[in-house]
């Protein structure tokens, strides 16, 4: 994609892969807009990177949702890049019923707040003659761990969802981009992940992404880092048996 001269909106830009994208893209002189829920951290981010521009927004309240994307079309007509990045992880037992509350939290965010937010900002970014919508998935998409099995179904669902998308806008000015991480040292599933040594740290990841998003060959729109492509393409490999057991513990 074009690094510069854009103006970009990422939500889950408070934290994490979120807030390593927008400062990395600030620092190439793109004007970055972040979403998230934590007012705190939106001002110190702001504060950390001048001109970078925060918004309080729940992806979970629909309302919010056409709130904001009202507020962007007016305020901010320039906007040419979506990147839906915020979404949660929680562990599930599917044989209590109590996870039902668990799981449509994890669907209401990871997969309405992506499929609402595309719906209310696509007609803005298809009238651009250069845009993208980048959507993060997971690694876990393609390998699941039975211990979060909603969080990585909404993730093999955007990674569907994406493909169609992706064929309704060939032709416009809209690339459809996924990003797909492996297990990345973030808040994802709590404070102990940000220094898991099985984690690949997050300064890393960002880096090794902003080189693959701007290299104009990613193969089908898929951004995959070395570290998640072995889960990416274990079925194809033959080696989707070994990774599920490894991953659940066999
Ligand atoms: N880290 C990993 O290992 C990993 C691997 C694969 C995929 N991912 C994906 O990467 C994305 C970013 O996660 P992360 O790892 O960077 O974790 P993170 O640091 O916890 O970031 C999650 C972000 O999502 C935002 N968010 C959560 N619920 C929200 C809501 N209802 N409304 C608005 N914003 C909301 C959070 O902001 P507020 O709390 O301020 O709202 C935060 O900025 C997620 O989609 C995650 O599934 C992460």
Known sequence: MQMTGNTILITGGTSGIGRGLAEAFHRLGNQVLIAGRRQGRLDEIMAANPGMIGFQLDVQDPAAIDAFAARVREKVPELNV???????SRPES?????HLAISREIIETNIMGVLHMTAV??????????????????????????????YCASKAFLHSWLQSLRVQLRGSSVDVLELAPPYVQTELSGPHQLTDPHAMPLVAYISEVMQLLADP???DGEI???????????????????????????
Do not use: Q, W
Request: charged share 20%; net charge positive.
């Open 94 to 98: 599917l044989t209590a019923r109590s």
């Open 82 to 88: 979506l990147v839906n990045n915020a979404g949660i």
């Open 224 to 250: 995959l880092v070395e570290r998640v492509r072995g889960e990416r393409f274990a079925e194809r490999d033959g080696d989707y048996a070994r990774r599920f057991a490894i991953f659940n513990g066999f």
């Open 121 to 150: 900002l696509l007609p803005a970014l298809k009238a651009k003659s250069n845009a993208a919508i980048i959507t993060t998935t997971s690694g876990l998409a393609f390998v699941p761990r039975n211990n979060s099995p909603t």
């Open 217 to 219: 060959s990613s193969p």
